[in-house]
C-alpha cells in the first residue's frame, strides 16, 4: 500500500504521533516537514507532492485561490458534531466572549456555493480544524526575581528598558508583527485602526519603531524554529521573547523559572487544521479521511495537551488523559502531582498553576488571531528588513540588564 504524504510545520509533533497512528491504521505516513513559509508555497504550487496539507487558517487563502486543495465532507468526519465551537462557529466559547480581530478560523472554514469560503455554515470545509492555542510571551522570572502573574501584565513588557538585548520575536510576520504592534500600542507608542488589517502606513510606522529597537540593540535576533529560544533562554542570551507553548514545556523540564505572561491587552491566537490536496481520489483520499479522523479521535490530542496544545474535540482529548492531566491543562487547577511533557518526562510541577488558568479564560482573552492582511506582501517586505536589522545589531548592541 502507498503511504500517505502529510505536508506539515513543526506544529504538528509527527515523530511522538507515528508509530502509533501508523499501527492504529494499518499504513505508513510520510511527512513533509517544512518552515511556514516553504509550506505554504508548496502547498499552493505543488498540490501533487503530498496528500494532506497539515497548517494553519491564516495560511489558507493562498492555497485556497489556487485551487490547491479540495473540500471537505463533513458527512466523513466521524466527530464533527463534537467539535469545538472555537472554530465551527463565529462566536468564542460562551456568550460575550471576545472573538478577537484578524483571521477567526469560521471566517474561511465554509465552502459556500459559489466555492468561495465564509462562515455560513454548508456541508463543504476548506480545512479541518485541529490543534490551536493562546500565545504570548515567556519571561525568565528568575531575572529580578519577578513573579510574572504580579509584575508582568502588558505587552508593553516587551519594550521595557530592564530587558534591553535580551528581546526576541518570532520570525513569521503574520505572527511575529503582532507581537511588536500589541506591545507598541500597550506602550502608547502608535494607534492603529484594525488590529487585524493594518494599513501601509500604519505597518511603516510599526516598521519604524522596530527599526529604531533593532538599531539600538534592544531587540536580539529573531527566532524561527521553537525549538531555538530554548537554547537562548537557558544561556541567558534571553530573557523574554515571544514563545510557543512547546518550548515553555520544554523549558519547564530543564528546571529553567520559565512563565508566560497573561497580557490585559489579550492573546495572539492561532488555528491549525488539514486540508486534502486537489490531486487526491479512491484509496489515498480514503486514506487521508482515516488519517483525519484518527487524528481527532483522542491519542494525539492527549499528546499535544501535553506541550500545551487544546484540541477542537476536547471530550476525546479529555476521555484519553489522566485527570489529573486534563485539571492542570484544561481546567486550570493546580498540578496533584508532577506532570509528563509529551516524551513522558516530568515537567510541570506539582502545584503549578497553567498560566492564564482555565480554557475558558484564556479563549475569553483573543485580541488577535494569526492573519495574513491585506498588505501581507507589504508587511512581508519589511518585516525581512527588520529580521536582517535584529540580526545585525541585537548581539552587538546589548548592555547589562
Known sequence: MEKLRILCTEILPWRLLKAQAEQDLGFELEFLEQDFVGTQRTAAM???SYDVYDQCFHNLDIVWHWRAIQPIDVARIETWDEMSGLARIDQG???????GAGDRPSSRLYVQSDATLGDTPTGRISMLPTVYNFD???VNSEVGNLDVDRDITSWAELLEDRWFGRVSLVDEPAIGAFDLTMALMAAGRMQVRDLGNMTVAEIEEMFSHGMDLARSGHLAPFWRQATEP???FASGELAISSIWSPAVVEMKGRGLKIRQATPVEGYRAWHG?????ARL???KLDMAYAWMNWFLSGWAGATMARQGYYMSVPERVRAVLDPDEWDYWYGGKPAARNLPDPRGRPAIRAGEIRSGGAFRD?????AVWNTTMDEHNFLVRRWGELTEAAHGRGARGRRAG
Open 46 to 48: 505543488s498540490p501533487d
Open 362 to 366: 484564556r479563549a475569553s482573552r483573543i
Open 273 to 277: 487544521g488539514m486540508c486534502l490536496s
Open 281 to 283: 481520489s479512491g484509496q
Open 230 to 232: 530554548v537554547d537562548r
Open 93 to 99: 466559547p460562551s456568550q460575550g466572549a471576545f472573538n
Open 136 to 138: 504570548s510571551f515567556a
